[in-house]
Protein backbone atom coordinates (compact mmCIF):
# COMPACT_ATOMS: atom_id res chain seq x y z
CA UNK A 1 0.00 0.00 0.00
CA UNK A 2 2.81 2.66 0.99
CA UNK A 3 4.35 1.85 -2.26
CA UNK A 4 1.25 2.72 -4.57
CA UNK A 5 0.74 5.79 -2.42
CA UNK A 6 4.48 6.73 -3.54
CA UNK A 7 4.05 5.65 -7.17
CA UNK A 8 0.59 7.97 -7.26
CA UNK A 9 2.48 11.03 -5.26
CA UNK A 10 5.25 10.47 -8.00
CA UNK A 11 2.80 10.45 -11.13
CA UNK A 12 1.41 13.41 -9.88
CA UNK A 13 4.87 15.55 -9.10
CA UNK A 14 5.73 14.10 -12.76
CA UNK A 15 3.11 14.88 -14.84
CA UNK A 16 2.52 18.46 -13.24
CA UNK A 17 6.28 19.52 -14.18
CA UNK A 18 5.60 17.56 -17.42
CA UNK A 19 2.24 19.94 -17.81
CA UNK A 20 4.30 23.20 -17.02
CA UNK A 21 7.29 22.74 -18.83
CA UNK A 22 4.75 21.99 -22.23
CA UNK A 23 2.46 25.16 -21.92
CA UNK A 24 5.91 27.22 -20.62
CA UNK A 25 8.13 25.77 -23.87
CA UNK A 26 5.03 25.84 -26.15
CA UNK A 27 4.82 30.12 -26.00
CA UNK A 28 6.39 32.62 -28.13
CA UNK A 29 9.87 33.51 -26.98
CA UNK A 30 8.77 37.15 -26.51
CA UNK A 31 5.74 35.96 -24.21
CA UNK A 32 7.95 33.73 -22.39
CA UNK A 33 10.75 36.37 -21.50
CA UNK A 34 8.12 39.13 -21.35
CA UNK A 35 9.23 41.80 -24.25
CA UNK A 36 7.16 44.77 -25.06
CA UNK A 37 5.33 45.02 -27.81
CA UNK A 38 7.91 47.92 -29.05
CA UNK A 39 10.18 44.61 -29.21
CA UNK A 40 8.30 42.81 -31.35
CA UNK A 41 7.26 45.80 -33.83
CA UNK A 42 11.33 46.53 -34.08
CA UNK A 43 11.96 42.86 -35.14
CA UNK A 44 9.11 42.73 -37.52
CA UNK A 45 10.72 45.49 -39.49
CA UNK A 46 14.08 43.83 -39.44
CA UNK A 47 12.67 40.72 -40.71
CA UNK A 48 11.21 42.17 -43.64
CA UNK A 49 14.18 44.19 -44.38
CA UNK A 50 16.09 41.18 -44.44
CA UNK A 51 13.19 39.61 -46.87
CA UNK A 52 13.83 42.41 -48.93
CA UNK A 53 17.68 42.73 -49.12
CA UNK A 54 18.65 39.33 -51.10
CA UNK A 55 22.23 38.41 -51.49
CA UNK A 56 23.35 36.99 -54.70
CA UNK A 57 26.65 34.74 -54.46
CA UNK A 58 29.42 34.07 -56.97
CA UNK A 59 31.40 31.16 -56.96
CA UNK A 60 35.07 31.71 -58.46
CA UNK A 61 36.97 29.25 -59.62
CA UNK A 62 39.26 27.45 -57.36
CA UNK A 63 42.80 28.56 -56.94
CA UNK A 64 45.43 26.45 -56.44
CA UNK A 65 48.78 28.38 -54.61
CA UNK A 66 52.39 26.79 -53.68
CA UNK A 67 53.71 27.39 -50.41
CA UNK A 68 57.51 28.36 -51.09
CA UNK A 69 60.59 28.79 -48.43
CA UNK A 70 64.22 28.27 -48.45
CA UNK A 71 63.81 24.73 -49.10
CA UNK A 72 61.55 25.00 -52.10
CA UNK A 73 57.56 24.19 -52.21
CA UNK A 74 56.43 22.57 -48.18
CA UNK A 75 52.77 22.91 -49.12
CA UNK A 76 50.10 23.81 -51.67
CA UNK A 77 47.01 25.06 -50.81
CA UNK A 78 43.98 24.88 -52.56
CA UNK A 79 40.56 27.62 -52.01
CA UNK A 80 37.69 27.72 -53.43
CA UNK A 81 36.14 31.60 -52.86
CA UNK A 82 32.57 32.65 -53.02
CA UNK A 83 31.68 36.52 -53.37
CA UNK A 84 28.56 38.08 -51.80
CA UNK A 85 27.00 40.57 -53.09
CA UNK A 86 24.31 43.10 -52.22
CA UNK A 87 22.13 42.52 -55.45
CA UNK A 88 21.76 41.10 -58.77
CA UNK A 89 24.42 44.01 -60.21
CA UNK A 90 26.88 43.88 -58.01
CA UNK A 91 26.70 39.98 -59.16
CA UNK A 92 26.81 40.75 -62.68
CA UNK A 93 29.76 43.23 -62.41
CA UNK A 94 32.17 40.21 -60.26
CA UNK A 95 31.22 37.82 -63.20
CA UNK A 96 32.18 40.25 -65.17
CA UNK A 97 35.69 41.42 -63.12
CA UNK A 98 36.29 37.65 -61.92
CA UNK A 99 39.61 37.33 -63.61
CA UNK A 100 40.68 40.50 -62.41
CA UNK A 101 40.09 39.57 -58.78
CA UNK A 102 41.20 36.08 -59.15
CA UNK A 103 44.22 37.24 -60.35
CA UNK A 104 44.46 39.81 -57.51
CA UNK A 105 44.08 37.10 -54.90
CA UNK A 106 46.74 35.00 -56.38
CA UNK A 107 49.20 38.07 -56.35
CA UNK A 108 48.48 38.69 -52.37
CA UNK A 109 48.18 35.36 -50.89
CA UNK A 110 51.17 33.93 -52.77
CA UNK A 111 53.34 36.85 -50.98
CA UNK A 112 51.20 36.49 -48.08
CA UNK A 113 51.32 32.54 -47.66
CA UNK A 114 54.86 32.21 -48.97
CA UNK A 115 56.29 34.71 -45.85
CA UNK A 116 54.41 32.86 -43.45
CA UNK A 117 52.07 35.71 -42.25
CA UNK A 118 48.90 34.08 -42.35
CA UNK A 119 50.11 31.06 -40.99
CA UNK A 120 50.46 29.49 -37.37
CA UNK A 121 52.69 26.04 -37.10
CA UNK A 122 52.24 25.10 -40.78
CA UNK A 123 48.60 25.81 -40.57
CA UNK A 124 46.47 28.56 -41.90
CA UNK A 125 44.62 30.54 -39.95
CA UNK A 126 40.95 31.00 -42.13
CA UNK A 127 39.76 34.13 -40.58
CA UNK A 128 43.18 36.03 -41.31
CA UNK A 129 42.32 34.72 -44.62
CA UNK A 130 39.19 35.68 -45.17
CA UNK A 131 40.01 39.56 -43.83
CA UNK A 132 42.73 39.66 -46.60
CA UNK A 133 40.46 38.64 -49.19
CA UNK A 134 37.78 40.82 -48.54
CA UNK A 135 40.33 43.93 -48.90
CA UNK A 136 41.80 42.49 -52.27
CA UNK A 137 37.92 42.51 -53.21
CA UNK A 138 37.35 45.75 -52.15
CA UNK A 139 40.03 47.21 -53.92
CA UNK A 140 39.59 45.49 -56.74
CA UNK A 141 35.76 46.25 -57.11
CA UNK A 142 35.32 49.11 -54.96
CA UNK A 143 33.19 49.66 -51.96
CA UNK A 144 29.78 48.24 -51.76
CA UNK A 145 30.01 45.83 -54.22
CA UNK A 146 31.22 42.69 -52.26
CA UNK A 147 29.81 42.32 -49.06
CA UNK A 148 31.69 39.26 -47.60
CA UNK A 149 34.19 36.48 -49.26
CA UNK A 150 33.14 32.87 -48.37
CA UNK A 151 35.36 30.59 -48.17
CA UNK A 152 34.17 26.99 -49.36
CA UNK A 153 37.14 24.95 -49.54
CA UNK A 154 40.42 25.18 -47.62
CA UNK A 155 42.64 21.97 -48.43
CA UNK A 156 46.14 21.94 -47.63
CA UNK A 157 48.67 19.21 -49.01
CA UNK A 158 52.17 18.99 -47.96
CA UNK A 159 54.74 18.37 -50.93
Do not use: C, W
Request: aromatic content about 4%; glycine content about 8%; hydrophobic content about 45%.
Amino acid sequence: MKTVLIAIVALILLGGGGAGAYFYFMQPAEAATGASGEHEKAEKSAKKKDAHAVSSFVQLDPLILPIINKDGVTQVVSLVIVIETPDEAGKAQVTHMSPRLKDAFIQDMYGALSQEAMMRDGIIQVGALKNRLHKVSTHVMGEGVVNNVLLQVVQQRPM
